[in-house]
């Protein structure tokens, strides 16, 4: 740093924030405006660095906060105390967050204690209940409180901080940067490291992709949805069940027992985001309790069945691509053997749709930091 242009530092540490961000940080990388400082927290390790060298961006900091079975509050004031040493020393412009983590609001916090404007990326998600997505709904509104610019991923997303009484010019609509991340990933086709997904993409059959990591959702929910999985394996001996398992052992301990030794349930190590985007691409139904993949199936036109009981990414329920069907065992198997047995209700949910963009969310982003940055606030 030290340049004449405003610096921004965007400061991440997962997997989906990664992917979020990067195209923001090409972008800015462009920008003749703005001199750019990474910095990521770490909350991830492998997961976060697998983004980060498919994108071919090295930070210039890593606080490498990361522990194995960390807790919120040490993710939080390992990231507060990173950031406080660092801001001493390197002070930004603007500090750029993205999305609910942990990390984005403790760097939202560190940054505003230290007077340093806060960008939000994707602001302005509301679930609407404190408690799901845990602790993310929460993370989100203390974000907003202390955000100086609101970059939101939808008009929904605008209207609910305006019902916050965020000013409207605090507010920019920018599409969600998970579809930049996602056309310049998809077609790529890249190779499999685990010989057994080649395999399956040359069998031609249908897949069932499954994805779960929600704290909410961890202990007797995700016992269920690993009986769910077993039973659908059952009945449709024809059908492949993959799971690229999250890293977090609570997830892998309360799934993996009923699926092991299923001859047609894949289990996998975490995927990199170009792998998981062919995956993705081949999948005939999507069954999660992620965020990011809510966003990127309809763009695909692949149904999803989501296993929470609300959400904060409305666009897609409301436009047929995704359906929210709870944690129950039964209603899991249901859904899913609906979409595989009857055609009509197939394809009334494989619409593509795109409530989140076209794919320029990163440079509507930057557009709209560089005219902040022209007025220095
Ligand atoms: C975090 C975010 C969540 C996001 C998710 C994306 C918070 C509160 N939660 O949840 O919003 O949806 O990331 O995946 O910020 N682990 C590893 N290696 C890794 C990553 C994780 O071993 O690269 C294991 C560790 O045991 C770690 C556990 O997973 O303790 C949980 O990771 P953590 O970042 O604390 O929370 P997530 O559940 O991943
Ligand atoms: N993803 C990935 N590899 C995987 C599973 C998911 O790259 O094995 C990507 C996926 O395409 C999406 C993001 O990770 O962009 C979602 O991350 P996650 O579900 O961990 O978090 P969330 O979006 O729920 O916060």
Redesign the pocket.
Same mark, same amino acid.
């Given at each position: 740093m030290g340049g004449k242009l405003p610096v921004v530092m965007p400061v991440y540490g997962?997997?989906?924030?990664a992917?979020?961000m990067a195209p923001i940080i090409k972008e800015l990388e462009k920008s003749p405006d703005l001199d750019c400082f990474v910095t990521v927290t770490g909350q991830h390790r492998e997961?976060l660095d697998?983004?980060n060298t498919l994108f071919g961006i090295v930070p210039d900091h890593d606080l490498n906060i990361f522990q194995p079975g960390q807790s919120l509050n040490g993710i939080l004031t390992r990231t507060l105390d990173g950031l406080d040493k660092l801001f001493s020393v390197n002070r930004p412009d603007v500090v750029l967050v993205q999305?609910?983590?942990t990390t984005s609001m403790g760097a939202a916090l560190a940054a505003f204690n230290h007077g340093i404007p806060v960008a939000h990326v994707e602001a302005g998600l509301r679930s609407g209940d404190l408690w799901s997505?845990f602790p993310?709904e929460g993370n989100r509104k203390l974000i907003t409180q202390i955000a100086s610019l609101h970059l939101a991923p939808t008009e929904t997303s605008r209207q609910n901080l305006l019902r916050e009484n965020v000013p409207d010019e605090d507010i920019v609509v920018t599409g969600n940067t998970?579809i930049d991340?996602?056309l310049e990933t998809v077609g790529k086709n890249v190779p499999f490291n685990d010989p057994r997904l080649e395999q399956l993409a040359a069998s031609g059959k249908r897949v069932l992709l499954v994805?779960t990591?929600?704290r909410e959702n961890q202990g007797e929910a995700m016992r269920g949805i690993g009986r769910a999985l077993a039973r659908i394996a059952s009945d449709e001996p024809d059908l492949s069940v993959v799971f690229?398992?999250?890293a977090n052992p609570a997830v892998r301990e309360a799934v993996l027992p009923a699926v092991n030794g299923l001859p047609n349930v894949l289990v =996998?190590?975490?995927?990199?985001?170009? @792998?998981?985007?062919r995956?993705?691409s081949l999948a005939y139904v999507v069954l =999660?309790?992620?965020?990011?993949?809510? @966003?990127?199936a309809p763009s695909l036109g692949i149904p999803v069945l989501v296993m929470r009981d609300n959400t904060e990414r409305p666009e897609a329920v409301l436009s047929g691509t995704a359906k929210l069907i709870g944690t129950s065992e039964d209603r899991i198997a249901a859904e899913v053997l609906l979409l595989l047995h009857d055609r009509y209700h197939f394809k009334s949910m494989a619409e593509a749709t795109n409530p989140y963009g076209s794919g320029d969310a990163a440079a509507t982003t930057v557009n709209a930091l560089e005219r902040r940055a022209a007025l220095r606030c």
């Open positions: 997962t997997r989906p924030e992917i979020k997961m697998q983004v999305g609910d983590t997505p993310e998970v991340a996602l994805t990591h929600r690229p398992a999250h =996998t190590e975490p995927l990199s985001y170009g @792998e998981f985007c995956l993705l =999660t309790d992620s965020g990011g993949i809510q @966003e990127e």
